[in-house]
């Protein structure tokens, strides 16, 4: 392939007009592309309506509504719920029937069918004593506050999950926009670079470089596609439905909270009474403390009453009443009982505790992550940005008056693409830290 060599030139007026729309067009074209975020209005939240009529509020009320594993835990808690209504109400009675005296049929040793002899029938009831019956509620009542609880968690979890790969969704497009946007300039860059060839004063081989580089950015705005539909999918996973169900076509990304709002101290104190993994953790202590008090209780006596009528074969003949009483001889049982439920309230107030620290651990881990995130963007935004679109511009302003190579155009492009990605990437880096914090504490900032 012959490759012409460029020689030094000096613009004429025809090309220095070329040069004059090659600048005036990327101008046009750079301050076309979309917006950084943190040049959108103030009060764009996540409300922001898409042409689906979707917002994130409502995906959140459909992941609520049509989430199988909630409705499983709503399920499960309407069982214990009923597990602690039934935990302090008395066992059933017996009813026995005895056959006393039941004459021989003569001769033979078969019993009579024609003579009853004496029928004992009698009720008895069972009553536990010491406030068992108590300490069951009790321990039941604290079980189904925990699983209760579990349900909160299951949706604050699945409300986090929602909240990341929403941004992700969102930025996905939002990194779309960005480099279509980019390839627009590359191919007017191009173009130009295509006419000076054409005119003697470029060269093949940055005709070629030119296209090679369009090649990249078109398969880099496959890949970005593919992600978008990954992240679809993702969402309509989460909201049980249909995997190409329409989603939000655009909106804005969640407003950040400010920062006296993100104190780390503050924070973990908020979320030591509304974490709902703590909470349901203490209800579970409350359930083995409840657990170690019905072991102690054991040591009282049940004791059984019974009444009854007796029966000859002359009819109803008299009536009877009993009283049993259970005999706690078995001390090695109650004892093994007692440690068994002393060891696991020891065991829950342990659990409790490596909880509290770890949730204050991931609570500062998040909040100096956003923190940075936001130092981050700033910097992108008030230096990195502005330095890269100059660049570019000073790039093709080299390159037009034959100061400089045409692969520092291509690398000032690529430098202002990357900014913008980078860009995207502190901001959805925000987001995901944000529905981390939200997801600690267990509400909404």
């Known amino acids: 392939m012959m490759v012409r060599h460029r020689k030094r030139w000096r613009p004429c ?18 301050a ?72 021989l049929a003569s001769p033979g040793a078969a019993p009579s069918l024609t003579r009853l ?28 506050r925990a699983v209760a609880i579990d349900r909160e968690n299951a949706e604050t979890e699945l409300v986090a999950r929602v909240k990341t790969v929403f941004a992700e969704y969102v930025q996905a497009g939002r990194a779309i926009e960005r480099t279509q946007a980019t390839l627009t300039i590359l191919k007017s860059i191009a173009d130009q670079v295509r006419l000076r060839y054409g005119q003697g004063v470029g060269t093949q081989v940055d005709a070629i470089q030119a296209e090679i580089e369009r090649k990249d950015l078109e398969s880099e705005l496959v890949r970005l596609e593919y992600e978008r539909r990954q992240a679809g999918i993702r969402i309509n ?41 703590l909470r349901a953790q203490q209800a579970r202590i409350d359930a083995a403390d409840r657990g170690r008090d019905l072991a102690d209780r054991n040591w009282y006596p049940d004791i059984g009453v019974g009444v009854g009528v007796n029966q000859t074969d002359r009819g109803l003949d008299s009536y009877q009443a009993m009283v049993e009483v259970n005999l706690p001889l078995q001390w090695g049982l109650r004892r093994a009982q007692q440690a068994e439920a002393t060891a696991m309230a020891s065991g829950a107030r342990q659990r409790l505790a490596q909880m509290d620290r770890q949730l204050e651990g991931d609570l500062a881990e998040a909040v ?25 511009q000073a790039a093709l302003k080299g390159y037009e008056s034959g100061l400089s190579e045409f692969t520092a155009v291509l690398e000032a492009e690529r430098r202002l693409q990357k900014v913008h990605i980078d860009h995207l990437k502190v901001q959805l880096d925000q987001q995901m830290r944000l529905a981390e914090i939200e997801r600690l504490i267990g509400e909404d900032l």
């Open 13 to 30: 007026a025809r090309r220095a007009a070329i040069g004059a729309v090659l600048l005036a067009g990327i101008g046009a074209l750079l």
């Open 368 to 392: 100096q992550g956003l923190a940075s995130a936001r130092e981050l963007e700033r910097l992108i935004d008030s230096g990195l940005v502005p330095q890269a679109e100059a660049g570019l």
């Open 32 to 103: 076309a592309m979309p917006a950084n975020a943190a040049d959108q209005p103030a009060n764009r939240t996540m409300a922001t309506v898409s042409a689906t009529g979707h917002t994130l509020d409502e995906l959140l009320g459909i992941a609520r509504r049509m989430s199988p594993e909630l409705a499983a835990r709503a399920l499960e808690t309407e069982a214990a719920e009923a597990r602690a209504d039934a935990a302090d109400k008395l066992p059933d009675p017996k009813l026995s029937v005895t056959y006393d005296q039941w004459p």
């Open 237 to 277: 996973t989460l909201l049980n439905r249909a995997s190409e169900a329409p989603l939000p076509a655009g909106g804005g990304l969640r407003p950040l909270p400010p920062a006296p709002a993100l104190d780390p101290v503050a924070l973990t104190e908020r979320a030591r009474h509304t974490n709902p993994q």
């Open 117 to 144: 002899g004496f029928v004992k029938y009698m009720v008895v009831q069972e009553f536990p004593l010491g406030g068992k019956l108590d300490s069951k509620r009790e321990q039941a009542l604290a079980e189904s």
